[in-house]
């Protein structure tokens, strides 16, 4: 699955070709996961806030603001332990997203 910057494709008899720079969905989130995995390393607090931003921008969307959550969780729990402090960063994401934290139990 391919996106882009613009979502216009135009068929010819050769394929599909974009009108715009294109990126697979996979490497998109990668990219996306490693900027603000960079941001949280440089400076804690100030990539706390720039991720929150982030986060809200699925505050109009609540399929994809519990998506987003459940991703949190997920990814705190990867070592087996979904410790306080992961479950406490998640709750804030919740608050920022108007989602009540015990609909996922945290």
């Given amino acids: 699955m391919w996106t ?3 979502t216009t494709w135009m ?3 050769s394929g599909p070709v974009p009108w715009a720079r ?3 969905a996979a ?3 990668q990219r996306r996961f ?3 995995l960079n941001k949280l390393t ?3 607090d100030l990539g706390k806030v720039s991720v929150l931003q982030e986060i809200a921008k699925a505050k ?3 399929a994809e603001a519990r998506a987003v959550i459940q991703i949190g969780i997920v990814i705190g ?6 410790d306080k402090d992961e479950q406490a960063i998640v709750r804030e994401a919740c608050c920022t997203l108007d989602l009540p934290p015990h609909e996922f139990d945290l």
């Fill in 34 to 36: 490693d900027e603000n």
């Fill in 27 to 29: 490497d998109d989130l």
């Fill in 60 to 62: 109009k969307k609540p």
């Fill in 77 to 82: 729990g990867a070592d087996g332990d979904f």
């Fill in 11 to 13: 068929r010819r008899p």
């Fill in 22 to 24: 294109c990126w697979s």
């Fill in 4 to 6: 882009c910057k613009s």
């Fill in 42 to 44: 440089a400076d804690f």
